[in-house]
């Protein structure tokens, strides 16, 4: 099972510069969330969604868009890429209605870096 | 508004200690989830343990155990005889019940760092 894939693993941005984080699930989870590590600031959660065609914003919204069209997939836009953007995201699946209720599974993370 | 406190940012232990991490929340909510995570230094985030705000039952998985006092508003997690491979970054988070599993508000995290 592939789980939570992100991708890419890694990028390098410049400021001002767009991009579109993906984030796909296979478990067939209604719940998505995104979330940003910083040092010192543990994660922090900045829009999830808990089924298609419902986003919510989190802690950290600022400088972020989602949109949610399928189940599987909850890609994360950056619209001008700024420095104090640059940190690690992860994203996360989970649901209500499975053996594993409520647990978030987590991808492996975007290392992001915008110069 | 909800909230996390680990207020360790960092413990050192030598191996075989025992060693208790502390996570204090705050929420409005009646009903709602609360969770342990680790991250090893390879970076990926392990679920370890989920408690329902309605069950005060503490919990012992191994050398693991949590202490959830819905009184004191707490939700602390011991390792028993440590062990290097215990060296992680633990994240406390903290959830509503209609969101469950998403929609977490972490903690900033305890470094842990296990010597041999």
Known sequence: NAGVTQTPKFQVLKTGQSMTLQCAQDMNHEYMSWYRQDPGMGLRLIHYSVGAGITDQ????NGY??????????????????????????????????????????????????? | AQKVTQAQTEISVVEKEDVTLDCVYETRDTTYYLFWY???????LVFLIRRNSFDEQNEISGRYSWNFQKSTSSFNFT???????????????????????????????TTLSVSS
Do not use: M, W
Request: overall charge negative.
């Open chain 1, 58 to 61: 989190g802690e950290v919204p």
């Open chain 2, 38 to 44: 680790k991250q090893p230094p390879s970076g990926e």
């Open chain 1, 65 to 115: 868009n989602v949109s949610r069209s399928t189940t599987e997939d909850f890609p994360l836009r950056l619209l001008s890429a700024a420095p104090s953007q640059t940190s690690v995201y992860f994203c996360a699946s989970s649901s209500p209605n499975s053996r594993d209720s409520h647990e978030a599974f987590f991808g492996q993370g975007t290392r992001l870096t915008v110069v």
């Open chain 2, 79 to 109: 390792i028993t005889a440590s062990q290097v491979v215990d060296s992680a970054v633990y994240f406390c988070a903290l959830s509503e019940a209609r969101q469950a599993g998403t929609a977490l508000i972490f903690g900033k995290g």
